[in-house]
């Protein structure tokens, strides 16, 4: 890292931008299994809030891997570089008075602790508990057919593993997906 850097601080503080906003930024890190539900619950948690006037976006795992993240594959050394950088975006777009709704596998605790010490008080995890056979049922992307197949290799749940969260924010499990949506308001006070 160069030693030549500068933080600089700006006029519009956050601050403003959340009174502009009419909210407070937050990160809202979503976490489980594949198949698990983390992508719909985000996406229609996104509709909600962004129909109640709130400025939100969702930062979704394969999309970050399509682009920013494409350089790292999914060796536990480059998950935890991938959870690195989204923490990092994460953490930008909290700063700027957004609600971010992060959905990723994180399957490693040590990981989404640094994501929590990095976001700071902006972080909230919500596990979405969806047991491994109801997964394998779903198979949305057909992904645990191949894992299961040995076709994928490293794949969380199958030989990879999954650390569960011991203490999330919210914990989503056994609910519809209107369900979840209406929870997760319920817990951000909107």
């Known amino acids: 890292m160069s030693k030549n850097l500068t933080k600089h601080d700006f006029i519009v503080s956050r601050q403003r931008r959340e009174k502009v906003n009419g909210h407070k930024g937050m990160v ?38 399509l682009g920013l993240n494409n350089d790292l594959g999914f060796s536990a050394e480059d998950r935890k570089e991938n959870i690195r950088r989204i923490s990092e975006v994460a953490k930008l777009f909290a700063e700027s008075g957004a609600i971010v709704m992060t959905a990723f596998i994180s399957p490693y605790k040590k990981d989404r602790d640094a994501a929590r010490k990095l976001i700071g008080n902006d972080f909230n995890e919500i596990f979405v508990d969806t047991n491994l056979e109801e997964c394998i049922k779903r198979d949305p992307k057909g992904l645990y057919k191949k894992a299961l197949s040995g076709e994928i290799n490293n794949f969380t749940g199958i030989d990879a593993p999954y650390e569960k969260p011991t203490d999330p924010e919210v914990i989503i499990k056994g609910l519809s997906v209107v369900d979840s949506v209406n929870l997760l308001l319920k817990f951000m006070n909107i």
Do not use: Q, V
Request: no cysteine; charged share 25%; proline share 0%.
């Open 28 to 65: 809202l890190w979503f976490t489980g299994l594949s198949g698990s539900g983390k992508s719909t619950i985000a996406n229609n948690l996104d509709d909600k809030l962004n129909n109640l006037g709130k400025r939100t976006y969702i930062l979704d795992g394969d999309n970050i891997r």
